[in-house]
C-alpha cells in the first residue's frame, strides 16, 4: 500500500456490484425527489389555476397559476447556495438524507391546503409559500445525487453512469402523471373536490422510502481526499463568484435550452392544448407520460454516446434540434390529431430536453473542481433552471396573451434559448473521458 493509499488520497476502482448499489440507491432517492417537483407542474395546468387563483379571465389565471410554478424554479438558486455550502463542507450524503425530507414535507402540505373558496387569498399565498420550499429542496439535492455516481464512477464510463441518475426523473414524473391521471378520470367534481390532494399525500410514503436508501450511502471518495488534504474550501458559494466566473456562466448557459424545452412541452401545452386547441386532459398526459417512458432508456443512451463522442457534441446537436423544432411543434400539435399530438410531445422531450439532461449531470460536475463541484454545479444548474425553466411559462403564456393566442412568438423564444446554450457549449472545454480535478 502506498503512502497516499493508506491517507485515503488514492480513488479505489469500485466493484460493478458496488456501483450498481451506489447508481440505483441515487436513482430511487431522486425519483422520490422528483416525483415531489413535478407533481405541482402537472397540478398547475390542471387545477391550481381554478382552485387556487380563480378570475373571470382563464387566462389570468393561468398566468397567475404558471407564476407559483416559477416560484419553486427561482427558490431552486437558494437550495443550491444552501445545500452546496454544507456539501461542500459536510460532505455530499448528509444533504441528501436532510433535502429529501424538507421536499417531501412541503408536498404532503400541498395536499392538506384549503383552496380560495375555503379562505380567501391567504390559500395561494400559503401554496406559494410551500412551493418555495420544494424549489430549495430539489435546488440542494440534485448536486449530491448526481456526486454520488459521478464522483464514483469510472472516467470512461461516467458519462453513462452519471445519466443515469437523471432516470429519476421520468420515473417520478411517471408517477405523478400516473396517480393524477387516475385521478382525473372521475368526473371533474370530484377530481377538483378531492382527488386532485391524494397525488400530493402519497409524499408521506415516499418520504421514508427515500430516506432509507440514502442513510445507506457511503461518503464519496473525491470528497474524502478533499478532507484528508484539510482543502475543504470556507467559502465555497464565493470561491465559486470569485475564482470561477466563467467557468460557472458557461454552466448557467448549458441549462437554457434544455429547461425551456421541458418547461413548453412538459407543463405549458398543458394549458395550451386544453384551453385554446379544445383537446382533452387525458391525451396531453398520455403524450408526457409516452416521453417519460421513452426517457428511461433514452438518458443513459445519450449519455453512453457522450462517453464515445464527447459531452459538447451531443449538447450541440440538440441546440440544433431546438431551434429547428420550435415552428414545426406548434403546426403538429395544431393538428389536433391525438397520435400526432403525442408523437410530437415525446419528440420534442426527448431531443430538446433529455438529451442536455442526460449529459449535463456529468458535464457540470466535470467543470469544476472536488472542492468547490458541490456549489459549483448545483448553482449552475439551478440558476439556469430558474432563469429558463421558472419564466418559460410565464413568458410563454404572456406572449400568447399579446399575440392574441399565436404561438410564433414562442417559437421565437425558444430558438433564442437554444442560440444562448449553443454559444455556452462552444465556450465549454471537453470533459468526457478526463480525469476529475
Known sequence: MTV????????PKLQASEMRRIVWSSVIGTAVEWYDFLIYAVATALVFN????????????TIAAFGTYAVGYLARPLGAVIFGHFGD?????????????????????IGLLPTYEQIGVAAPILLVLLRFVQGIGIGGE??????????????????????????????????????FAIASQLPEQDFLGWAWRIPFLLSIVLIG????????????????????????????????????????????????AEISYASIAAVFILSYATQHLGMTRST?????????????????????????????????LSCLFCAGFAFP????????????????????????????????????SELFTARLRYSGASLGFQIGAAISGGLTPVVAASLMAWSGGATWPVSLFLIFCALVTAIATWAAPETAGKELT
Open 284 to 316: 396531453i398526459l398520455n403524450g408526457v407520460m409516452l416521453s417519460s417512458f421513452v426517457a428511461l432508456f433514452s438518458i443513459p443512451a445519450f449519455g453512453w454516446l457522450s462517453d464515445r463522442f464527447g459531452r459538447r457534441t451531443l449538447f450541440f
Open 329 to 364: 411543434m406548434f403546426a403538429l400539435l395544431e393538428t389536433r390529431d391525438p397520435v400526432i399530438v403525442s408523437l410530437t410531445v415525446v419528440v420534442a422531450i426527448s431531443f430538446g430536453q433529455m438529451v442536455m439532461f442526460g449529459v449535463g449531470a456529468p458535464f457540470y
Open 89 to 109: 463542507k459536510l460532505g455530499r450524503k448528509a444533504m441528501l438524507s436532510t433535502t429529501i425530507i424538507i421536499m417531501g414535507l412541503g408536498t404532503f402540505c
Open 209 to 256: 422510502v427515500g430516506l432509507f436508501i440514502r442513510l445507506k450511502l457511503h461518503e464519496t471518495p473525491a470528497f474524502r481526499q478533499v478532507k484528508a488534504r484539510h482543502d475543504v474550501a470556507a467559502m465555497p458559494v464565493a470561491e465559486v463568484f470569485r475564482d470561477h466566473k466563467k467557468t460557472f456562466f458557461t454552466a448557467v448557459g448549458l441549462k437554457i
Open 4 to 11: 497516499t493509499e493508506h491517507m485515503g488520497l488514492s480513488t
Open 142 to 179: 440534485w448536486g449530491g445525487a448526481v456526486l454520488m455516481v459521478v464522483e464514483n464512477a469510472p472516467k470512461e464510463k461516467r458519462g453513462f453512469f452519471g445519466s443515469m441518475v437523471q432516470v429519476g426523473n421520468p420515473i417520478g414524473n411517471l408517477a405523478a402523471l400516473g396517480v
Open 50 to 61: 381554478k382552485l387556487f387563483f380563480p378570475t373571470q379571465d382563464p387566462a389570468i389565471g
